[in-house]
């Protein structure tokens, strides 16, 4: 199969050991469909079973939290923090790949964007203790030796997920979850070797690469999720995250794919042509250079490529809503793009 304008849409691609049928990626979504307990559910093999039927090449399970604590703000997400819960990620991912589908697994932390109400009654635990303006609860700040534990727990994840039958992780380090509010100075206040100039707000993040890519292999893909900027006046600009991806880079050893949202793309886009996906708020009823590229887009010789996962621009009207009933009732996250000025009629 060809398309006309896109002709490479329908080859295969490889990213590390990750060979895909096509360059179609369907990306992280928060279903809604796992237990209390955080075990895949027969409703949930089903939804997924459902999207790997429809031919994509890579399918994202989205936000697995990697401890308790992690969980953010619904009882019913997916956790991947102990290995009783490997057999129903296993059935979640032989339903996805006997359509010769990839699967990938986000490995998360809320940080403080999670209540005591989703932790069991625990206090939520973030790099400094500023109060999260939405839920209206204030983190406790971690130790030196708790960030520490977290990195492990993260590897642990990891082996978890590969063990699951995962083709790749992709740590969430967008929407002022736990590794963006390292990143971001509007939340992370400290004076130790984890706060202070971008190398040390960074530290904890290299830390959980590092430590992943340990655990899982050289030849295993390694993803990392971040928001170009914050749109919050002290937080991430986008020089933070040009420097957050050279610095990320040197952290895995290997091209693998990240995320940001759409509109820095181009300007993130690593040197050395690691995969690179990017979506927001958007919706398909404007296109405007450059957001026509296809979908997925493999780049180079050397089996890099640059993911699309839609391919436009923001919404002038988002669905569900007034930008602005939108902008105050839903969103309000740091790096999201509902956090845009209003745009002109």
Not at 118 to 130: G, N
Not at 138 to 149: A, F, N, Q, T, Y
Not at 243 to 248: C, S, Y
């Amino acid at each position: 199969m060809s398309h006309p304008t896109y002709p490479r849409l329908f080859e295969q691609g490889r990213i590390g050991g990750m060979v895909t049928k096509n360059r179609l990626v369907q990306s992280s979504l928060c279903d809604n469909m796992s237990d209390r307990n955080g075990a895949v559910t027969d409703q949930k093999i089903a939804y997924f079973r459902r999207k790997a039927e429809g031919g994509v090449g890579w399918i994202n399970l989205g936000y697995a939290y990697v401890v308790p604590r992690g969980r953010g703000c619904t009882y019913y997400m997916v956790g991947i923090q102990d290995d009783e819960l490997i057999p129903g990620l296993r059935r979640l991912t032989d339903a996805v790949h006997e359509h010769d589908v990839r699967m990938g697994c986000q490995l998360a932390h809320a940080g403080r964007q999670t209540t005591h109400h989703y932790i069991h009654d625990m206090t939520a635990e973030a790099p400094s203790p500023v109060p999260e303006p939405v839920l209206g609860e204030v983190p406790g700040e971690l130790s030196g030796e708790r960030i520490k534990e977290i990195v492990r727990e993260f590897a642990q994840a990891a082996v978890r997920a590969k063990t699951a039958g995962f083709d790749l992780v992709e740590f969430h380090g967008a929407h002022g979850y736990l590794h963006h509010s390292f990143v971001s100075p509007m939340t992370n206040r400290r004076t130790d070797e984890y706060g202070g100039s971008i190398e040390n707000r960074l530290r904890f993040s290299r830390e959980s690469v590092r430590a992943v890519r340990d655990a899982v292999g050289s030849d295993f893909p390694v993803g990392y999720r971040l928001s170009g900027q914050d749109y919050f006046e002290g937080g991430i600009t986008l020089e933070d995250s040009l420097a957050t991806v050279a610095m990320l880079e040197d952290s895995w050893g290997q091209p693998s794919p990240s995320k940001q949202p759409f509109r820095q793309t181009r300007a993130l886009q690593p040197p050395s042509g690691s995969p690179t996906c990017d979506h927001g708020n958007i919706r398909l009823t404007r296109f405007e250079p450059p957001y026509t590229e296809p979908y997925v887009r493999w780049c180079g010789g050397t089996g890099s490529a640059r993911a699309r996962t839609y391919p436009i621009k923001v919404a002038r009207r988002p669905v569900g809503g007034s930008f602005r009933a939108r902008h105050h009732s839903v969103t309000k996250l740091p790096g999201c793009s509902a956090n845009l000025k209003e745009p002109d009629t």
